[in-house]
Protein backbone atom coordinates (compact mmCIF):
# COMPACT_ATOMS: atom_id res chain seq x y z
CA UNK A 1 0.00 0.00 0.00
CA UNK A 2 1.73 3.47 -0.93
CA UNK A 3 1.43 6.01 1.59
CA UNK A 4 4.31 8.86 0.52
CA UNK A 5 4.04 10.21 -2.88
CA UNK A 6 8.03 10.24 -2.25
CA UNK A 7 10.43 11.47 0.45
CA UNK A 8 9.25 15.36 0.47
CA UNK A 9 5.94 13.80 0.77
CA UNK A 10 6.68 11.42 3.45
CA UNK A 11 9.34 14.22 5.47
CA UNK A 12 5.99 16.85 5.50
CA UNK A 13 3.57 14.40 6.69
CA UNK A 14 6.47 13.30 9.76
CA UNK A 15 6.85 16.66 10.40
CA UNK A 16 3.15 17.38 11.20
CA UNK A 17 3.86 14.48 14.01
CA UNK A 18 6.88 15.78 15.08
CA UNK A 19 5.08 19.75 15.28
CA UNK A 20 5.33 19.04 19.53
CA UNK A 21 9.57 20.09 19.20
CA UNK A 22 8.65 23.21 17.65
CA UNK A 23 10.78 26.19 19.56
CA UNK A 24 12.67 23.66 21.63
CA UNK A 25 16.69 23.34 21.57
CA UNK A 26 16.40 20.93 18.17
CA UNK A 27 19.05 19.53 16.12
CA UNK A 28 17.40 17.08 13.12
CA UNK A 29 20.06 14.47 11.65
CA UNK A 30 19.05 12.70 9.03
CA UNK A 31 20.80 9.42 7.89
CA UNK A 32 22.41 9.77 4.80
CA UNK A 33 21.20 8.99 1.68
CA UNK A 34 17.67 8.53 2.46
CA UNK A 35 16.90 10.25 4.89
CA UNK A 36 18.04 13.56 4.52
CA UNK A 37 15.25 14.72 1.99
CA UNK A 38 13.01 13.84 4.80
CA UNK A 39 15.01 15.41 7.30
CA UNK A 40 15.04 18.54 5.35
CA UNK A 41 11.61 18.68 5.43
CA UNK A 42 11.30 17.87 8.95
CA UNK A 43 14.32 20.53 9.69
CA UNK A 44 12.52 23.36 7.80
CA UNK A 45 8.45 22.59 9.81
CA UNK A 46 10.43 23.09 13.37
CA UNK A 47 12.84 25.91 12.06
CA UNK A 48 15.65 23.75 13.48
CA UNK A 49 19.26 23.25 12.03
CA UNK A 50 19.82 20.36 9.55
CA UNK A 51 22.68 17.81 9.72
CA UNK A 52 23.83 14.33 9.04
CA UNK A 53 24.50 11.51 11.25
CA UNK A 54 26.84 9.31 9.40
CA UNK A 55 27.24 5.63 10.99
CA UNK A 56 29.48 2.89 10.01
CA UNK A 57 29.14 -1.15 10.99
CA UNK A 58 31.68 -3.06 12.14
CA UNK A 59 31.91 -6.35 11.04
CA UNK A 60 33.11 -9.77 11.91
CA UNK A 61 36.60 -10.09 10.46
CA UNK A 62 35.51 -13.92 9.12
CA UNK A 63 31.72 -12.78 8.61
CA UNK A 64 31.65 -9.41 7.31
CA UNK A 65 27.51 -9.14 7.46
CA UNK A 66 27.61 -9.91 10.91
CA UNK A 67 27.79 -6.36 12.96
CA UNK A 68 29.93 -6.69 16.27
CA UNK A 69 29.39 -3.07 16.40
CA UNK A 70 29.49 0.72 15.07
CA UNK A 71 31.41 3.70 14.90
CA UNK A 72 30.13 6.80 14.44
CA UNK A 73 31.76 10.69 14.62
CA UNK A 74 33.91 12.39 17.27
CA UNK A 75 35.72 8.51 17.90
CA UNK A 76 32.27 7.45 19.37
CA UNK A 77 32.40 3.47 19.35
CA UNK A 78 29.27 1.45 19.88
CA UNK A 79 29.78 -2.38 20.35
CA UNK A 80 28.32 -5.79 21.03
CA UNK A 81 29.49 -7.29 23.85
CA UNK A 82 27.61 -10.72 23.40
CA UNK A 83 28.69 -10.72 19.66
CA UNK A 84 32.27 -9.87 20.16
CA UNK A 85 32.57 -12.92 23.16
CA UNK A 86 30.88 -15.08 20.83
CA UNK A 87 33.29 -14.81 17.46
CA UNK A 88 36.09 -14.51 19.91
CA UNK A 89 37.28 -11.06 17.55
CA UNK A 90 40.73 -10.23 19.71
CA UNK A 91 41.43 -6.71 20.22
CA UNK A 92 44.04 -6.20 17.45
CA UNK A 93 40.99 -7.45 14.64
CA UNK A 94 38.55 -4.68 16.38
CA UNK A 95 41.38 -2.21 15.54
CA UNK A 96 42.07 -3.13 12.49
CA UNK A 97 38.13 -3.16 11.50
CA UNK A 98 37.88 0.20 13.22
CA UNK A 99 40.82 1.90 11.34
CA UNK A 100 39.24 0.80 8.34
CA UNK A 101 35.69 1.67 8.75
CA UNK A 102 36.84 5.25 10.58
CA UNK A 103 38.77 6.25 7.45
CA UNK A 104 35.64 5.50 5.10
CA UNK A 105 33.63 7.51 7.57
CA UNK A 106 36.15 10.67 7.86
CA UNK A 107 35.90 10.49 3.88
CA UNK A 108 32.32 10.28 3.84
CA UNK A 109 31.60 12.80 6.31
CA UNK A 110 34.08 15.71 4.25
CA UNK A 111 32.14 14.87 0.90
CA UNK A 112 28.50 15.75 2.56
CA UNK A 113 29.98 18.21 4.88
CA UNK A 114 32.45 20.00 2.20
CA UNK A 115 33.99 21.40 5.41
CA UNK A 116 31.11 22.93 7.69
CA UNK A 117 31.95 21.53 11.08
CA UNK A 118 29.33 18.98 13.15
CA UNK A 119 27.13 20.54 15.05
CA UNK A 120 26.84 20.41 18.40
CA UNK A 121 24.62 18.08 20.26
CA UNK A 122 25.55 18.77 23.88
CA UNK A 123 22.55 19.24 25.63
CA UNK A 124 20.27 19.12 23.14
CA UNK A 125 17.15 17.06 21.48
CA UNK A 126 19.10 15.00 18.54
CA UNK A 127 16.15 14.17 16.14
CA UNK A 128 17.22 11.00 14.26
CA UNK A 129 15.16 10.89 10.81
CA UNK A 130 15.48 8.13 8.19
CA UNK A 131 13.15 6.97 5.28
CA UNK A 132 11.78 4.50 7.16
CA UNK A 133 13.02 1.35 9.10
CA UNK A 134 12.76 -2.42 8.36
CA UNK A 135 15.21 -4.19 11.25
CA UNK A 136 16.13 -0.65 12.74
CA UNK A 137 19.75 -1.79 13.08
CA UNK A 138 21.02 1.42 11.42
CA UNK A 139 18.76 3.59 13.78
CA UNK A 140 19.17 1.92 16.77
CA UNK A 141 23.31 2.66 16.30
CA UNK A 142 22.39 6.27 15.58
CA UNK A 143 20.67 6.50 18.64
CA UNK A 144 23.32 5.48 20.32
CA UNK A 145 25.79 7.56 18.84
CA UNK A 146 23.99 10.91 19.08
CA UNK A 147 23.71 9.98 22.73
CA UNK A 148 27.60 9.41 23.39
CA UNK A 149 27.70 12.97 21.30
CA UNK A 150 26.19 14.55 24.04
CA UNK A 151 22.32 14.44 23.31
CA UNK A 152 20.15 14.91 26.32
CA UNK A 153 17.17 13.56 24.47
CA UNK A 154 16.75 11.47 21.31
CA UNK A 155 13.85 11.43 19.32
CA UNK A 156 13.54 8.83 16.07
CA UNK A 157 11.16 10.12 13.21
CA UNK A 158 10.14 7.58 10.35
CA UNK A 159 7.41 7.65 7.78
CA UNK A 160 7.09 3.74 7.91
CA UNK A 161 8.00 1.25 10.07
CA UNK A 162 7.11 -2.37 11.14
CA UNK A 163 5.26 -2.40 14.64
CA UNK A 164 7.65 -5.29 15.84
CA UNK A 165 10.21 -2.99 15.50
CA UNK A 166 9.06 -0.06 16.85
CA UNK A 167 8.14 -1.64 20.06
CA UNK A 168 11.67 -3.11 19.86
CA UNK A 169 14.00 0.10 19.60
CA UNK A 170 14.40 1.19 22.98
CA UNK A 171 17.75 2.98 22.09
CA UNK A 172 15.87 6.36 21.41
CA UNK A 173 13.61 8.19 23.78
CA UNK A 174 11.20 8.42 21.30
CA UNK A 175 10.03 6.84 18.48
CA UNK A 176 7.72 8.89 16.03
CA UNK A 177 6.28 7.43 13.25
CA UNK A 178 3.26 8.09 10.06
CA UNK A 179 2.33 4.76 10.10
CA UNK A 180 3.19 1.49 11.06
CA UNK A 181 1.15 -1.29 8.31
CA UNK A 182 -0.31 -4.35 8.97
CA UNK A 183 1.65 -6.12 6.40
CA UNK A 184 5.19 -4.65 5.78
CA UNK A 185 7.55 -5.90 3.09
CA UNK A 186 10.09 -3.06 2.49
CA UNK A 187 9.95 0.54 2.99
CA UNK A 188 10.39 1.43 -0.75
CA UNK A 189 7.21 -0.39 -1.54
CA UNK A 190 5.19 2.62 0.84
CA UNK A 191 6.41 5.48 -1.57
CA UNK A 192 5.37 5.87 -5.38
CA UNK A 193 9.22 7.93 -5.77
CA UNK A 194 12.01 5.81 -4.26
CA UNK A 195 14.52 6.85 -6.27
CA UNK A 196 17.96 6.80 -4.92
CA UNK A 197 18.97 9.82 -3.37
CA UNK A 198 23.09 10.69 -4.26
CA UNK A 199 25.73 12.69 -2.22
CA UNK A 200 25.23 15.34 -4.65
CA UNK A 201 21.35 15.74 -3.53
CA UNK A 202 22.74 15.10 -0.15
CA UNK A 203 25.19 18.00 -0.27
CA UNK A 204 22.83 20.83 -1.77
CA UNK A 205 20.17 20.11 1.25
CA UNK A 206 22.35 20.81 3.62
CA UNK A 207 23.54 23.37 1.94
CA UNK A 208 20.25 24.87 1.65
CA UNK A 209 19.11 24.32 5.37
CA UNK A 210 22.15 26.29 6.44
CA UNK A 211 21.46 29.23 4.04
CA UNK A 212 17.99 28.98 5.79
CA UNK A 213 19.67 28.82 9.46
CA UNK A 214 21.51 32.12 8.61
CA UNK A 215 18.01 33.69 6.89
CA UNK A 216 19.22 34.16 3.40
CA UNK A 217 20.90 32.56 0.10
CA UNK A 218 24.37 34.21 1.67
CA UNK A 219 26.32 37.02 3.31
CA UNK A 220 25.72 40.33 1.16
CA UNK A 221 22.68 38.58 -1.49
CA UNK A 222 19.14 40.45 -1.75
CA UNK A 223 16.03 39.11 -1.08
CA UNK A 224 14.64 36.70 -3.25
CA UNK A 225 11.03 35.05 -4.21
CA UNK A 226 11.04 31.31 -2.61
CA UNK A 227 7.20 30.22 -2.99
CA UNK A 228 4.99 27.63 -3.61
CA UNK A 229 2.33 28.34 -6.40
CA UNK A 230 -0.60 27.03 -7.87
CA UNK A 231 -1.03 28.17 -11.76
CA UNK A 232 -4.68 28.14 -13.14
CA UNK A 233 -4.37 26.35 -16.42
CA UNK A 234 -8.32 25.74 -18.29
CA UNK A 235 -10.08 23.68 -15.58
CA UNK A 236 -7.55 22.72 -13.45
CA UNK A 237 -4.48 24.56 -11.18
CA UNK A 238 -1.20 23.12 -11.72
CA UNK A 239 1.07 23.17 -8.76
CA UNK A 240 4.83 24.38 -8.70
CA UNK A 241 7.70 26.37 -6.97
CA UNK A 242 8.90 29.46 -7.90
CA UNK A 243 12.61 30.13 -6.33
CA UNK A 244 14.03 33.79 -8.21
CA UNK A 245 17.00 35.59 -7.60
CA UNK A 246 16.95 39.12 -7.60
CA UNK A 247 16.81 40.82 -9.62
CA UNK A 248 15.79 37.88 -11.63
CA UNK A 249 16.90 37.78 -15.85
CA UNK A 250 16.11 34.23 -16.42
CA UNK A 251 14.15 31.71 -15.68
CA UNK A 252 13.93 27.94 -16.14
CA UNK A 253 10.51 26.15 -16.29
CA UNK A 254 11.45 22.29 -15.03
CA UNK A 255 8.89 19.27 -17.06
CA UNK A 256 9.60 16.16 -14.91
CA UNK A 257 9.44 12.87 -16.35
CA UNK A 258 7.05 9.61 -15.81
CA UNK A 259 6.75 8.80 -12.11
CA UNK A 260 8.57 11.89 -10.65
CA UNK A 261 7.26 14.97 -9.61
CA UNK A 262 8.26 19.01 -8.73
CA UNK A 263 9.52 17.68 -5.33
CA UNK A 264 11.97 15.00 -7.35
CA UNK A 265 15.33 15.50 -5.69
CA UNK A 266 17.01 15.50 -8.64
CA UNK A 267 15.01 18.40 -10.20
CA UNK A 268 15.47 20.41 -6.80
CA UNK A 269 19.54 19.43 -7.14
CA UNK A 270 19.88 20.88 -10.60
CA UNK A 271 17.57 23.71 -9.55
CA UNK A 272 19.43 24.98 -6.81
CA UNK A 273 22.62 24.37 -9.19
CA UNK A 274 20.66 26.86 -11.53
CA UNK A 275 19.99 29.28 -8.94
CA UNK A 276 23.30 29.17 -7.30
CA UNK A 277 24.24 30.30 -10.92
CA UNK A 278 21.83 33.22 -11.22
CA UNK A 279 18.87 31.60 -12.69
CA UNK A 280 15.41 31.73 -11.41
CA UNK A 281 13.41 28.03 -11.29
CA UNK A 282 9.98 27.01 -11.65
CA UNK A 283 9.80 23.47 -10.53
CA UNK A 284 6.07 22.36 -11.83
CA UNK A 285 3.85 19.00 -12.57
CA UNK A 286 2.11 19.44 -15.74
CA UNK A 287 -0.76 17.29 -14.72
CA UNK A 288 -2.73 17.33 -10.89
CA UNK A 289 -2.53 13.65 -8.97
CA UNK A 290 -6.20 12.60 -10.73
CA UNK A 291 -4.63 12.92 -14.12
CA UNK A 292 -2.02 11.41 -13.63
CA UNK A 293 -3.62 7.91 -13.07
CA UNK A 294 -4.47 7.68 -16.43
CA UNK A 295 -0.74 6.22 -17.76
CA UNK A 296 -1.52 7.78 -21.09
CA UNK A 297 -1.54 11.14 -20.02
CA UNK A 298 1.64 10.94 -19.05
CA UNK A 299 2.87 10.68 -22.92
CA UNK A 300 0.22 13.11 -24.35
CA UNK A 301 2.84 15.72 -25.73
CA UNK A 302 0.12 17.77 -27.00
CA UNK A 303 -1.40 18.22 -23.70
CA UNK A 304 2.48 18.38 -21.42
CA UNK A 305 3.40 20.95 -24.01
CA UNK A 306 0.30 23.18 -23.93
CA UNK A 307 0.11 22.91 -20.07
CA UNK A 308 3.93 24.13 -20.38
CA UNK A 309 3.22 27.05 -22.79
CA UNK A 310 0.22 28.31 -20.45
CA UNK A 311 2.69 28.50 -17.67
CA UNK A 312 5.44 30.49 -19.48
CA UNK A 313 2.54 33.03 -20.54
CA UNK A 314 1.91 32.68 -16.93
CA UNK A 315 5.47 33.82 -15.94
CA UNK A 316 4.90 36.76 -18.51
CA UNK A 317 2.49 37.82 -16.48
CA UNK A 318 3.73 37.98 -13.46
CA UNK A 319 5.83 41.32 -12.55
CA UNK A 320 8.70 40.24 -11.50
CA UNK A 321 9.34 37.34 -14.35
CA UNK A 322 7.31 39.46 -17.27
CA UNK A 323 10.99 40.76 -18.54
CA UNK A 324 12.91 37.06 -17.71
CA UNK A 325 14.31 34.90 -20.81
CA UNK A 326 12.33 31.35 -20.12
CA UNK A 327 14.23 28.21 -20.38
CA UNK A 328 12.52 24.77 -20.40
CA UNK A 329 14.33 21.96 -18.36
CA UNK A 330 13.39 18.39 -19.93
CA UNK A 331 13.59 15.32 -17.73
CA UNK A 332 12.36 11.59 -19.55
CA UNK A 333 9.44 12.47 -20.64
CA UNK A 334 9.16 15.77 -20.06
CA UNK A 335 11.94 16.30 -22.26
CA UNK A 336 9.56 15.32 -25.42
CA UNK A 337 7.30 17.65 -23.93
CA UNK A 338 9.74 20.89 -23.53
CA UNK A 339 10.92 20.20 -27.10
CA UNK A 340 7.16 20.00 -28.65
CA UNK A 341 6.15 23.54 -26.54
CA UNK A 342 9.77 25.00 -28.03
CA UNK A 343 8.40 24.04 -31.46
CA UNK A 344 5.26 26.26 -31.28
CA UNK A 345 5.78 29.22 -33.86
CA UNK A 346 5.36 31.85 -31.12
CA UNK A 347 7.22 30.55 -28.67
CA UNK A 348 9.84 32.34 -27.46
CA UNK A 349 12.32 30.23 -25.63
CA UNK A 350 15.80 30.66 -25.24
CA UNK A 351 17.23 27.56 -24.40
CA UNK A 352 16.10 23.96 -24.04
CA UNK A 353 18.04 21.20 -21.81
CA UNK A 354 17.13 17.79 -21.69
CA UNK A 355 18.55 15.52 -19.05
CA UNK A 356 18.13 11.54 -19.92
CA UNK A 357 15.40 12.99 -21.81
CA UNK A 358 13.10 11.32 -24.71
CA UNK A 359 13.20 14.45 -27.02
CA UNK A 360 12.41 11.34 -29.81
CA UNK A 361 8.75 12.15 -28.12
CA UNK A 362 8.57 15.30 -30.22
CA UNK A 363 8.37 13.39 -33.28
CA UNK A 364 8.41 15.70 -36.36
CA UNK A 365 8.26 18.69 -34.40
CA UNK A 366 12.06 18.67 -33.65
CA UNK A 367 12.93 20.16 -37.35
CA UNK A 368 10.83 23.33 -35.72
CA UNK A 369 12.21 24.03 -32.56
CA UNK A 370 14.48 27.39 -32.82
CA UNK A 371 15.94 27.57 -29.39
CA UNK A 372 19.43 26.50 -28.58
CA UNK A 373 19.19 22.42 -27.16
CA UNK A 374 21.63 20.78 -24.99
CA UNK A 375 20.69 16.95 -25.16
CA UNK A 376 22.45 15.59 -21.47
CA UNK A 377 22.82 11.08 -21.61
CA UNK A 378 24.62 9.44 -19.48
CA UNK A 379 27.10 6.66 -21.73
CA UNK A 380 25.62 3.70 -20.18
CA UNK A 381 21.56 4.64 -20.70
CA UNK A 382 22.44 2.81 -24.28
CA UNK A 383 19.41 2.59 -25.24
CA UNK A 384 18.35 6.30 -24.67
CA UNK A 385 21.43 7.55 -26.25
CA UNK A 386 20.80 5.91 -29.45
CA UNK A 387 17.40 7.89 -29.46
CA UNK A 388 19.23 11.02 -28.89
CA UNK A 389 21.05 10.57 -31.54
CA UNK A 390 18.60 10.06 -33.97
CA UNK A 391 16.69 13.31 -32.23
CA UNK A 392 19.75 15.46 -32.57
CA UNK A 393 19.85 14.69 -36.25
CA UNK A 394 16.50 16.09 -36.95
CA UNK A 395 16.77 18.85 -35.08
CA UNK A 396 17.72 22.62 -37.17
CA UNK A 397 19.06 24.68 -34.09
CA UNK A 398 22.41 25.19 -32.49
CA UNK A 399 22.57 21.74 -30.18
CA UNK A 400 24.78 19.75 -28.66
CA UNK A 401 24.73 15.96 -27.33
CA UNK A 402 26.99 15.65 -23.89
CA UNK A 403 27.52 11.92 -22.87
CA UNK A 404 27.94 11.85 -19.15
CA UNK A 405 30.79 9.05 -18.55
CA UNK A 406 29.22 5.97 -16.35
CA UNK A 407 26.15 7.49 -15.78
CA UNK A 408 22.82 5.44 -16.28
CA UNK A 409 19.39 6.83 -16.88
CA UNK A 410 18.98 8.62 -13.19
CA UNK A 411 22.21 9.61 -12.60
CA UNK A 412 22.94 7.83 -9.97
CA UNK A 413 26.73 6.95 -10.16
CA UNK A 414 28.72 9.29 -8.04
CA UNK A 415 28.95 12.61 -9.24
CA UNK A 416 27.14 12.20 -12.57
CA UNK A 417 24.04 14.33 -11.51
CA UNK A 418 26.67 17.05 -10.04
CA UNK A 419 28.03 17.01 -14.09
CA UNK A 420 24.76 17.20 -15.83
CA UNK A 421 23.34 20.03 -13.67
CA UNK A 422 26.80 21.82 -14.14
CA UNK A 423 26.35 21.59 -18.17
CA UNK A 424 22.70 22.36 -17.93
CA UNK A 425 23.52 25.39 -15.98
CA UNK A 426 26.63 26.56 -18.19
CA UNK A 427 24.21 26.14 -21.17
CA UNK A 428 21.04 28.47 -19.57
CA UNK A 429 23.68 30.98 -18.28
CA UNK A 430 25.22 31.50 -21.66
CA UNK A 431 21.90 31.87 -23.28
CA UNK A 432 19.42 33.32 -20.59
CA UNK A 433 21.89 35.66 -18.46
CA UNK A 434 22.92 38.90 -20.07
CA UNK A 435 26.53 39.50 -20.67
CA UNK A 436 29.01 41.95 -18.90
CA UNK A 437 28.45 44.12 -22.32
CA UNK A 438 24.94 43.98 -21.79
CA UNK A 439 24.75 44.80 -17.91
CA UNK A 440 26.92 48.00 -18.59
CA UNK A 441 24.66 48.97 -21.80
CA UNK A 442 21.12 48.66 -19.82
CA UNK A 443 20.51 46.47 -23.28
CA UNK A 444 19.13 43.71 -20.88
CA UNK A 445 15.78 41.83 -22.28
Known amino acids: MIMFADRVDAGRQLAARLGYLHGQDVVVLGLPRGGVPVAFEVAEALDAPLDVIVVRKLGVPFQPELAMGAIGEGGVRVLDAEVLARAQVTEE ?47 RVACGVARRLGAAKVVLGVPVAPAGTVRDLTEADEVVFVSVPRRFMAVGNHYRDFSPTSDEEVIVLLDAAARRMRGGRAAGDGPDCDIDVEIPVGAVALKGHLHLPEPAAGVVLFAHGSGSSRHSPRNRFVADVLYQ ?58 AGAALCAAADAG ?99
Open 93 to 139: ELRTAERRERGLLEARVARLRRGRERLNLDGRIAVIVDDGIATGSTA
Open 277 to 334: AGLGTLLLDLLTPQEELNRANVFDMELLASRLTAVTRWLGSRPDTTSCSVGYFGASTG
Open 347 to 445: AQIAAVVSRGGRPDLAGPLLAHVRAPTLLIVGSADEAVLKLNRQAQAQLRCPSQLAVVAGATHLFEEPGTLAEAAILASDWFAHYLLPTDAQRATGAVR
